[in-house]
T-cell receptor
Framework: NAGVTQTPKFQVLKTGQSMTLQCAQD?????MSWYRQDPGMGLRLIHYSVGAGITDQGEVPNGYNVSRSTTEDFPLRLLSAAPSQTSVYFC??????????????FGPGTRLTVL | TQLLEQSPQFLSIQEGENLTVYCNSSSVFSSLQWYRQEPGEGPVLLVTVVTGGEVKKLKRLTFQFGDARKDSSLHITAAQPGDTGLYLC????????????FGTGTQLKVEL
């Protein structure tokens, strides 16, 4: 199993550009999520999904869109990049039976710089 | 919004020393996890504690969940350079599920 994969690993954008961060998992996990990590702030939840076709907002959703058309893929779209979106982005997945908390498996991250 | 504050933010110690990292909140969590993250990688789960007052040991690491389920601590005995990394606590909401709130992180460096 490859686990959780993310592409690209590094990306530089100019202000106003759009792009999609890719995330895929091969563990048949229902729950997937996107976080951003900034120094001194831990990880903050952007969007999450409890299954194909179902997405919801996290703590910091503004400027980002997601969709979940398949169990395996959960792309994150930046609509119009801003310097404040410079960060490291992590995708995570977990098996999600009702009422349970399970191990979240993280991808290796995408380091994004917006100039 | 549930917040988790970790202390200290940075910790630099010599090999063989003991240390404790704290994770505190004013909110109650149904369970709490500790993750360790190395540079250029995603966090990796170390432990999950689910019961107030619970203590779990993982070799030289001891994790405790507060009685009121609002706080947790991680104690490392005889730290080694391989323990170097960013330690993150993460709390799960009382309604259950996987929507975690992460702490602010503790960067640990263990030197020879």
């Amino acid at each position: 199993n490859a686990g959780v994969t993310q592409t690209p690993k590094f990306q530089v954008l100019k202000t106003g550009q759009s792009m999609t961060l890719q995330c895929a998992q091969d563990m048949n996990h229902e729950y997937m999520s996107w976080y951003r990590q900034d120094p001194g702030m831990g990880l903050r939840l952007i969007h999450y999904s409890v299954g194909a076709g179902i997405t919801d907002q996290g703590e910091v959703p503004n400027g980002y869109n997601v969709s979940r058309s398949t169990t395996e893929d959960f792309p994150l779209r930046l609509l119009s990049a801003a310097p404040s979106q410079t960060s490291v982005y992590f995708c995570a997945s977990s098996y999600s039976p009702s009422g349970g908390l399970n191990t979240q498996y993280f991808g290796p991250g995408t380091r994004l710089t917006v100039l | 919004t549930q917040l988790l504050e970790q202390s200290p933010q940075f910790l630099s110690i010599q090999e063989g020393e003991n240390l404790t990292v704290y994770c505190n909140s004013s909110s109650v969590f149904s369970s709490l996890q500790w993750y360790r993250q190395e540079p250029g990688e995603g966090p990796v789960l170390l432990v999950t504690v689910v019961t107030g007052g619970e203590v779990k040991k993982l070799k030289r690491l001891t994790f405790q969940f507060g009685d009121a389920r609002k706080d947790s601590s991680l104690h490392i005995t005889a730290a080694q350079p391989g323990d170097t990394g960013l330690y993150l606590c993460a709390g799960a909401p009382t309604g259950g599920g996987n929507k975690l709130t992460f702490g602010t992180g503790t960067q640990l460096k263990v030197e020879l």
